[in-house]
């Protein structure tokens, strides 16, 4: 395949305060990478190198194969072949959606019956037909967001960055929008940088995840991949396991979390290998089921359907928590609890558990995520 994009050791500092160190990342022609991490992580600086809005102090920047920055040098943002859609969609007030969508290639210099073939073509796959003599402040968020998404594909980048494209968009519009883009995306063809703080829409667009911490890397892979195995507990708290116990490792897998002794983790989770003595367990607030101490059915159905969903030789974990509050979120409930030795927890139920309520939560070992105590943060 091509490479229409790489990166070889860049760094950024800003005075004392390194900012990227040493990031490596080739993006192949018509691939989706989506960067995703917290905010200070260095994603968006390294947007911004790319895009020729700053300069690296080392490494360097190939585009198609050419230098195009380095500490020595920058190629001009203009003669990058690269079009960005901003956070704040950066429309011209002034110009009807047609203008806008047209600006890159009025700027080239092109045919007037071409640009005009092009801009209808991108009318109609944006669903901006018959918007195209509004104004910016005529048009919803949605709307403004296609026609700058229209503008940027106008020229046919070879690298299209998008920082956080979405986030100005309420959350209907959001879902809408992140499937509209990866479906547009691919059917043309376009090479992607994506960068994001929200993991579902990573998910949604990315055909490769990068997820960053602290100026660096943290782990590549597929969303599916990335969402299985997260490389760091820091990637996994990213990623939704957000309950977080301290633990200490055991031989062959075993922890000992909450003041109860666990069957284990996964053999292949990430860090289970040199986990022994002082641990992060980390599970998603979805991966546990709830067995009341009352020996109600519903209790042993939902110990029979933990035990089934096990495989071969596996032990169910089962840890005690007392339950501390019930909140409803529509499809169900989010029960705030503690375990026997006063760590915080939540998990999802059907139904609302009242305070004062005792039981297990059963969590199978493929669901349980292990990590040295010094990733703490």
């Not at 509050?325 to 026997?340: M, N, Y």
């Amino acid at each position: 395949m091509t490479s229409i994009l790489e990166i070889r050791q860049v760094g950024k500092s800003y005075g004392k305060q390194e900012v990227l160190g040493g990031v490596d990342l080739t993006v192949q022609a018509g691939e989706i990478i989506s960067v995703l991490g917290p905010s200070g992580c260095g994603k968006s600086t390294l947007l911004q190198l790319i895009a020729g809005l700053q300069q690296p102090d080392r490494g360097e920047i190939l585009l198609r194969g050419k230098v195009a920055a380095s500490r020595s040098g920058m190629l001009a943002p203009e003669k990058r072949g690269i079009n960005m859609v901003f956070q704040d969609y950066a429309l011209w007030p002034h110009m009807t959606v047609f203008e806008n969508i047209a600006y890159g290639m009025r700027r080239g210099k092109q045919d007037q019956t071409a640009i005009k073939a092009s801009v209808a073509e991108l009318a109609a796959l944006l669903r901006l037909e018959g918007l195209e003599q509004r104004l910016p402040p005529q048009l919803s968020g949605g709307q403004q967001q296609r026609v700058a998404i229209a503008r940027a594909l106008a020229t046919k980048p070879d690298l299209m960055l998008l920082d956080e494209p979405l986030s100005n968009l309420d959350m209907q519009l959001r879902v809408e929008m992140r499937t509209e883009m990866a479906y547009l995306f691919k059917k043309l063809g376009t090479t992607v940088f994506h960068v994001t703080h929200d993991p579902e829409e990573a998910f949604s667009m990315a055909d490769r995840l990068v997820i960053m911490r602290e100026g660096a890397i943290d782990q590549t892979g597929t969303p599916q991949q990335c969402w299985r195995l997260p490389a760091s507990a820091s990637a996994a708290k990213l990623l939704g396991a957000g309950n977080r116990l301290r633990a200490m490792g055991r031989s062959g897998g075993r922890v000992a979390a909450g003041g109860a002794e666990l069957a284990g983790v996964w053999p292949g989770a990430p860090g289970t290998a040199g986990a022994e003595g002082a641990a992060l367990l980390l599970f998603r607030p979805d991966a546990a089921d709830f067995l009341p101490r009352d020996g109600s059915s519903s209790g042993d159905a939902a110990a029979a359907e933990a035990a089934a969903s096990l495989e071969p030789g596996m032990e169910p974990n089962r840890l005690p928590v007392h339950v501390m509050h019930s909140v409803f979120e529509g499809k169900g409930w989010r029960v705030l609890a503690r375990t026997a030795d006063g760590q915080p927890l939540t998990f999802l139920h059907h139904r609302p558990l009242a305070a004062g309520d005792e039981g297990m939560l059963t969590i199978s070992p493929n669901d349980l995520y292990l990590y040295p105590q010094q990733e703490a943060n």
